[in-house]
């Protein structure tokens, strides 16, 4: 029997999880290693900090998703890998043997100030985020005047609205001075030029400042008022970054695990990898679309390498929707050249995020 030990509560385990609740592996044991038993889904981030979501409503509970596929949990955090000998090391100093890995743990980001709040790895932000709201309740006094996020992209678009709006909820006399800053000569430099220019008008709308082709270190230093978060591009954990706790794993020039068209290592056949954490020959972005799209496919081959049949491919798609929630009711729904916004692309928007949460209730598992 192979044990196959999935690293990391990300969205494509959560599909391989869903998928083994239905097709169970045959002769394989399967441990799944998280920092957490509850992991919240990335596209509903925004709206909990926005205060329209509760945290409950956001996670995927992954110790019940184990149970309901005959799977085992345990908690941990991966401190080195070493591939040779197909041997792991938790930070709590527990080392595990697999016969096969699979790894979907995601990015995380080093701002440059420990005063600052980073948007990544996300269980960090909700812990962070959640006692800056019991400090924001406890007094006015409390909430800062000046709100700044760095990273011009999806994630510094929407995160900046949001905690705009939850602090202007919580004190609606407030008077807050708001900041984008990007290194890119525009905002949302990937999208279309329509969803661009309906993000620069709500961002109008929101009295933001923004200051593109600006370096944070070109900014002041961060006031006592001030909250500043970091959203400014994923970067690969530590022990990716650092060959002697990643041994010979094959890795790109920022630390992201080299793949192939079937998610699988390009040096070690028994590692998988998917999501944040990988790099492909031909990149993608580090979104979350793409890692729900990789699940399905990490699920097939991680079934085929515990049976002996073909794997399949991954292959990128050229066209995603982007769903960008703009706080205020109303939501930027994108497509290739296309896009419009309104309450009606929310309501969608909404119904999407929840029918995604919704698959991996424990009431919806097998009997």
């Known amino acids: 029997m192979k044990r196959v030990v999935l690293m990391g509560a990300g969205h494509a385990h959560a599909l391989v999880l869903q998928a083994i609740r239905h097709t169970p592996l045959r002769n394989a044991e399967i441990l799944v290693i ?39 949990w345990r908690r941990g955090e991966l401190y080195a ?59 006015a006094k409390n909430m800062p ?21 939850r602090l202007l909820s919580l004190a609606p006399s407030l008077s807050l001075e708001t900041t984008l800053v990007t290194q890119s000569r525009k905002v949302l430099p990937s999208c279309a030029p329509i969803a661009r220019w309906l993000a620069q008008k709500a961002l109008k709308n929101a009295t933001v400042k923004v200051q593109c082709a600006t370096r944070w270190a070109d900014t002041a230093p961060i006031s006592d008022d001030e909250l500043v978060l ?50 492909l020959t031909h990149a993608v972005p580090k979104a979350g679309v793409y890692a729900v799209r990789m699940g399905a496919v990490l699920a097939h081959n991680l079934a085929a390498e515990c049976s002996g049949k073909h794997p399949t491919t991954y292959s990128p798609q050229e066209n995603h929707l982007t769903l960008l929630n703009t706080s205020n009711g109303s939501t930027i729904a994108s497509r290739g050249l296309l896009a419009a916004s309104g309450p009606w692309a929310m309501s969608w928007k909404d119904r999407i995020d929840r029918e995604f949460i919704r698959q991996f209730e424990p009431d919806l598992t097998r009997t």
């Open 81 to 139: 890998l070493d591939p040779d000998n197909k041997r792991l090391q938790l930070t709590d100093g527990v080392s595990i043997d697999y016969d096969v890995l699979s790894l979907n743990v995601g990015s995380t980001l080093y701002p440059p100030n420990p005063a600052m709040v980073a948007m990544r790895p996300l269980q960090n932000l909700i812990e962070r985020y959640q006692h800056l709201l019991t400090t924001w309740q406890s007094s």
């Open 145 to 165: 005047n000046r709100l700044t996020v760095v990273g011009g992209g999806p994630a510094g678009f929407e995160t900046l609205l949001a905690v705009r709006s």
């Open 34 to 72: 998280s920092p957490q038993p509850r992991a919240p889904y990335s596209g509903m981030i925004p709206g909990w900090l926005a205060g329209r979501y509760t945290l409950d409503e956001i996670c995927i509970d992954f110790e019940q998703l184990c149970k309901a596929a005959g799977a085992h």
């Open 230 to 279: 970091w959203a400014a591009g994923a970067q690969a954990h530590t022990w990716q970054r650092d060959q002697n706790r990643r041994g010979s794993l094959d890795v790109n020039e920022q630390g992201f695990v080299h793949v192939n068209a079937q998610l699988r290592s390009t040096s070690h056949p028994a590692i998988f990898a998917a999501g944040d954490c990988a790099a």
